[in-house]
């Protein structure tokens, strides 16, 4: 580079493409700026010029150089890094440090990816890492397909892959010529062993209690009071296979949620989960059959009084529209783990990718609930059903309350009478709700909600029955279009008790029946615990009581980075940190001290050698 096109490159200000810094003492931050070229379109940044513009070069000696291009072995992947070293008199040089558009993005630098906004450089967030490191290597993730010798036929339930060969047959999608009884020439056919050698999707499928070390087999489950997750009324971790996890999960879901009730053409009343199950069920398969299995975090569901989330690490892929995904046409089918998509497919839990999403507007639709929303938070797809509003005799009020014109709720004398309709559906809800809950739950003053409980008590609508605190409450009448209180027909069932204890008993008879038509998981809740902690003790014997005490006393970060470890022993301390989002030096602090106590220890140099998890 010549002296007028340095002269030329630093004319402008600096921008997208092009920064300035007065020596190599600022070459960290350099390179930081460096590694956000790489990510965007390349870049330029050159040394010797000043935040005013004036080029000005520095003295370069030997020292200067190696320091420089020490910094520029910590970006990862490898970048082509052009310099160029420009004299700017006869003591002084400028530095141009040049990159193209990096073609292995995203790239990080000392465990960090990086990016550009304007003149301005900033750490990349997880979601775009996350999406462009899945641009360069594709969609599929390779984690499935990973031969690991550590897996044995110890660990697979294989009456599980007989069971799920003969209904695949059933469903007519396995030819009848397969040997349903041969569990390893299956295993064989759903493409999960290569010479001999079982593949990580072995264990997502048919996986028995022995599986549980992979972190991705774990789903965690909550209830919690309220629209936050500040108080847990249930919270549940479960370990298993794929087919397991989906059993639990619904059952959860049939455990918390209500059933609401429907009038059909016939004399008794239809009663259905009030978010429907086929709807649940269909994010629930997505969630475990699409999601990122490279990645250690489990799937998460959460129920809450107004909705429930669905978390499943990974996104989707750029082809999909977030903005209209459970609109026609359909997507067309891009699994990200195909060999458990396959499987799956075969026993006719899935049918294509996409056309599950279309089964999730449907069963909305006829629900009479609005779409569920998907977006991606924190690297995790995030899909939230709304939760219908069901009063104490399994009624719908969402549906109720749309119709105005046949069965309104209207408090004349209340100052407001919306929040009036909002009072009577949330104590429907919940009748032990207080009024600080009250005020929390619909976003007002303590003073409102107590001014309209007082309007509505006069009016004979609702009642107090026990102490203010502990108490419950009851809705007595319904107040009809002319503004006269109605009894018969539209009356609200007087013992909340019953209805609500019979409901229950409802619920429970729906989540024990769906959970025995798959496996008999359920017979004995404690049982699968039992087993695995009986194992467990069994399997410490054979070590030292020192290493069964390091091993206990795993941190969540610690268990985590031995599982990266374990299916990447290859795995980088810089890799590491952008994948748990942690900074490389707590990484290393937290690495040296599992090698100080033996969990794990490094084979080779620094560069080129590997780590190894010693066995537990």
Not at 67 to 95: N, R
Not at 161 to 190: C, I, P, W, Y
Not at 220 to 244: A, P, Q, Y
């Amino acid at each position: 580079m010549t002296i007028e096109e340095l002269k030329k490159l630093i004319a402008d200000d600096e921008g997208e493409t092009v920064e300035v810094k007065e020596t190599t003492g600022q070459r960290v931050d350099a390179c930081e700026t460096l590694c956000a070229f790489l990510n965007k379109d390349g870049g330029s940044v050159v040394f010797g010029v000043t935040k005013k513009g004036k080029l000005t070069g520095q003295l370069v000696s030997d020292k200067t150089k190696r320091e420089l291009f020490e910094v520029f072995a910590k970006f990862e992947p490898s970048p082509d890094i052009a310099v160029d070293w420009v004299d700017v008199d006869a003591t002084h040089q400028a530095i141009v440090c040049t990159v193209p558009c990096g073609n292995e993005r995203p790239y990080v630098y000392d465990g960090r990816p990086y990016k550009r906004v304007q003149s301005s450089t900033t750490v990349m967030k997880r979601e775009e890492y996350n999406r462009m490191l899945k641009e360069r290597r594709g969609f599929e993730s390779p984690w499935e397909a990973m031969p690991n010798p550590e897996l044995t036929l110890d660990d697979i339930d294989l009456e599980e892959v007989r069971r799920t060969a003969r209904k695949a047959m059933q469903m007519g999608r396995l030819d009848v010529s397969v040997n349903t009884e041969d569990a390893l020439g299956l295993l064989d056919h759903f493409k999960l062993r290569e010479n001999g050698v079982l593949l990580n999707g072995a264990a997502v499928l048919f996986g028995n209690d022995k599986s549980v070390r992979y972190l991705q087999l774990e789903v965690k489950m909550g209830w919690f009071r309220g629209t936050t997750d500040r108080e847990f009324l249930d919270n549940r971790h479960v370990s298993g296979n794929i087919f397991k996890l989906m059993d639990e999960a619904m059952a959860f879901c049939f455990k918390h949620l209500n059933l609401s009730a429907k009038i059909g053409g016939k004399l008794e009343r239809d009663e259905a989960l009030e978010v429907p199950a086929a709807a649940l069920r269909e994010a629930l398969v997505n969630a475990f059959a699409h999601r990122e299995y490279g990645d250690t975090r489990t799937v998460y569901l959460a129920v809450y009084a107004d909705r429930v989330e669905i978390k499943s690490p990974g996104g989707f892929p750029t082809s999909f529209d977030m903005e209209r995904l459970y609109d026609p046409p359909v997507c067309d089918s891009n699994p990200r783990n195909p060999r458990i998509a396959h499987v799956l497919y075969l026993c006719k839990m899935i049918e294509t990718w996409g056309r599950g999403l279309g089964v999730i507007a449907k069963e909305c639709a006829r629900a009479g609930l609005p779409l569920p929303v998907t977006t991606m938070r924190w690297g995790y797809a995030v899909t939230t059903f709304r939760r219908p509003k069901i009063d104490a005799s399994g009624s719908n009020l969402d549906q109720d309350l749309d119709r105005a014109d046949s069965d309104p709720i209207q408090i004349d004398s209340c100052p407001d009478g919306n929040l009036a309709r909002r009072l009577l559906s949330t104590i429907r809800r919940n009748p032990l709700i207080s009024r600080k809950l009250l005020a929390v739950e619909l976003s007002v003053s303590e003073r409102k909600i107590r001014d309209s409980l007082r309007i509505l008590k006069d009016s004979g609508v609702i009642a107090r029955q026990g102490p203010d605190h502990g108490g419950i409450w009851r809705i007595s009448r319904r107040v009809a279009p002319n503004g006269d209180v109605s009894h018969g027909a539209s009356e609200v069932a007087e013992n909340i008790d019953q209805v609500a204890e019979k409901v229950a008993e409802q619920q429970g008879e729906v989540a024990e029946k769906y959970t025995e038509n798959r496996r008999e998981y359920t017979e004995k809740p404690n049982e699968y615990t039992e087993k695995y902690t009986e194992k467990q003790t069994e399997k410490s014997g054979e070590y030292t009581e020192n290493m069964a005490q390091s091993i206990a006393n795993l941190t969540e970060t610690e268990e985590r980075i031995v599982a990266i470890l374990r299916q990447n022993k290859f795995a980088t301390q810089g890799g590491i940190s952008a994948q748990l989002g942690i900074t490389r030096t707590y990484i290393t602090k937290i690495m040296g001290g599992l090698q100080s106590r033996n969990i794990i220890r490094r084979i080779g140099p620094d560069k080129g050698g590997y780590w190894e998890v010693l066995p537990q």
